[in-house]
């Protein structure tokens, strides 16, 4: 870990932290919710060692890169804007692009908006979904799944923050990292974790007390507005992306989930992964994936696979 660089680069208006390491074809790594750039520890290492330059950025909101405050500044247009001036002042042309939960969602969009920068894509957890032409997200969800479905409840700023500052954000880091549930995650308005903190947090062997630790000191200093504001973000997104309405995925895909992640347990994903409608809608899907037995936070619970996976993919280009 101690060989792994980090620095600071000013991009897009904002100051965005970024881990690297190696040398090579480079592989851009985005992280999710609630996360950083540590996610990746596991692939930094292993793919430099392998021969690429591994790169990942805390994104907007999150770790020691800037959090502007405002959620309308956390659109889609926002962060692959961001990773394009990355790209630019790294002076790289075209990334191999890894992306997991929130990081799989912008890396979807950023492979609608600039394909040209990138060479292929692997994707964890969260399916490539179309806009749709007429009906915002936030309202769709609310009819789906109800008001109390947590996507829902993160849109009034400040309930969840006041939640997780009354849990304290060493126990936020281990309910989230450490949840194997695969039904729709809910967040009652009397309390979200009322029932996850009655018995103390036992971590699996995947994740260690200090990495708990490294995550809950960022976020303690940082907060979680930053992150919760992707969540915030998701209608503005949905107006700004209209002129992409009906563009497909066009980068050589390899879509890889567990099948106890809430997200492949989300009503309709299995059968839109599975009844041709992914295909459709990302043609150049190369490779499915599903692993068993294996939560939502994968490249983190099982990264010796993860690092086969990505490598066997991304070597073929």
Not at 21 to 34: D, K, M, S, V
Not at 193 to 222: C, H, M, T
């Amino acid at each position: 870990m101690e060989k792994i660089q980090h620095r600071n680069l000013k991009v897009n208006g904002i100051s965005m932290h970024v881990a690297e390491i190696g040398e090579g074809p480079p592989i851009l790594f985005l992280h999710g919710f609630p996360e950083l750039w540590y996610s990746w520890r596991h692939q930094l290492l292993a793919l430099s060692a392998l021969g690429y330059r591994a790169i990942a950025p805390d994104l907007r909101g999150y770790g020691d890169s800037d959090a502007p405050p405002s959620s309308a500044s956390y659109t889609a247009l926002h962060i692959v804007g961001d990773l394009i001036a990355l790209l630019d002042e790294l002076r790289l042309d075209q990334v191999f692009l890894v992306g997991h939960d929130w990081g799989a969602a912008m890396a979807w969009q950023f492979c609608l908006l600039r394909p040209d920068r990138v060479k292929a894509l692997v994707n964890m957890s969260v399916v490539f979904r179309p806009r749709h032409p007429v009906r915002k997200p936030v309202d769709s969800m609310r009819v789906l799944f109800g008001d109390d479905y947590y996507i829902c409840r993160f849109q009034e700023p400040g309930l969840a923050e006041k939640e997780f500052a009354q849990l304290g954000a060493e126990t936020v880091m281990k309910i989230f990292l450490t949840s194997r549930n695969p039904r729709l995650p809910r967040m009652p308005q009397e309390s979200w974790f009322r029932g996850a903190v009655k018995n103390s947090i036992v971590l699996p062997p995947w994740l260690l007390q200090e990495d708990i630790n490294y995550f809950a000191n960022k976020f303690s200093q940082k907060g979680f507005t930053g992150g919760l504001n992707y969540y915030r973000a998701l209608d503005i997104s949905w107006e700004l992306m209209a002129p992409w309405t009906g563009v497909k995925i066009k980068v050589p895909v390899k879509f890889i989930v567990g099948d106890i992640d809430a997200t492949y347990n989300t009503p309709g994903v299995k059968e839109y992964i599975h009844n041709g409608g992914f295909k459709r809608d990302v043609p150049f899907l190369q490779e499915l994936v599903i692993m068993e037995g294996v939560g939502h936070f994968i490249n983190q619970e099982k990264p010796e696979e993860i690092n086969a996976h990505i490598y066997d993919f991304i070597k073929r280009f």
